[in-house]
């Protein structure tokens, strides 16, 4: 089983800053790793697929790096909206299908 | 649009059973495999079960095998999950999701499954 491992577990930060957000794979999972943000009360929605490919609707704010074993999202100029909770996530090796276990971004 | 209702849900007692249904509209449901994806309370997600497009295949997390099973019915647009002997931890909002890794991926709005004495 791949391991996801995200980092930090919790960010605060003020509105309009650009934060980078970690996630560490276990083994190699390629180029196959996706970021969710979910919000309090929602189903995840898929932000960026692929490492680096932004999906339908997702401002260009929020960018994907990374392959192999490190990753990261960042979103540059946080927006109140931003504030949420994201999940990596590998379609490399499975199943399992692994998710991080999230890094929480909060209002400083 | 593409909609995905997750229904359901409920409370029950330990060892009790639950079926959970997914009903999808807005895209062509035989050409996705289907996943289930759970949520404990204050917790992260967790992938459950997946079924291929044609109900082919099926994986199951060590969690659930051999308590849960994972169908489809291609003609009514349907994911079920199936669930029995459940347990204090299993409790979690349950997600069907097409999980395609790629544009296409949709998630339905969960329901709640609780267990409890």
């Known amino acids: 089983e791949v391991v996801m491992t995200q980092s930090p577990g919790t960010l605060s930060v003020f509105p309009g800053e650009t934060v980078t957000l970690s996630c560490r794979a276990s083994?190699?999972?390629?180029?196959?790793l996706a970021w969710y943000q979910q919000k309090r009360g929602q189903a995840p929605r898929l932000l960026v697929y692929?490492?680096?490919a932004r999906d339908v609707g997702v401002p260009a704010r929020f960018s994907g790096s990374g392959s192999g074993t490190d990753f990261t999202l960042t979103i540059s100029g946080l927006q109140s909206e931003d504030f949420a909770v994201y999940y990596c996530?590998?379609?490399?090796?499975?199943?399992?299908?692994?998710f991080g276990q999230g890094t929480k971004l909060e209002i400083k | 649009q593409v909609q995905l209702v997750d229904t359901g849900g409920g409370v029950v007692q330990p060892g009790q059973s639950l079926r959970l249904s997914c009903a999808v509209s807005?895209?062509?449901?035989?050409?996705?495999?289907m996943h289930w994806i759970r949520q404990a309370p204050g917790r992260g997600l967790e992938w459950v079960a997946t079924?291929?497009?044609?109900?082919?295949?099926?994986y199951y997390a060590a969690s659930v095998r051999g308590r849960f099973r994972i169908s489809r019915d291609n003609s009514k647009s349907t994911l079920f999950l199936e669930m029995n002997a459940l347990r204090v931890e299993d409790t979690a909002v349950y997600y069907c999701?097409?999980?395609?890794?790629?544009?296409?991926?949709?998630w339905g709005q969960g329901t709640l499954v609780g267990v409890s004495s």
């Open positions: 999701a097409t999980l395609a890794g790629g544009p296409s991926d949709y």
């Open positions: 079924i291929w497009e044609d109900g082919s295949s099926e």
């Open positions: 692929g490492t680096s």
């Open positions: 996530q590998q379609y490399e090796h499975w199943p399992p299908w692994t």
């Open positions: 807005g895209l062509t449901f035989s050409n996705f495999g």
């Open positions: 083994q190699s999972v390629g180029s196959r």
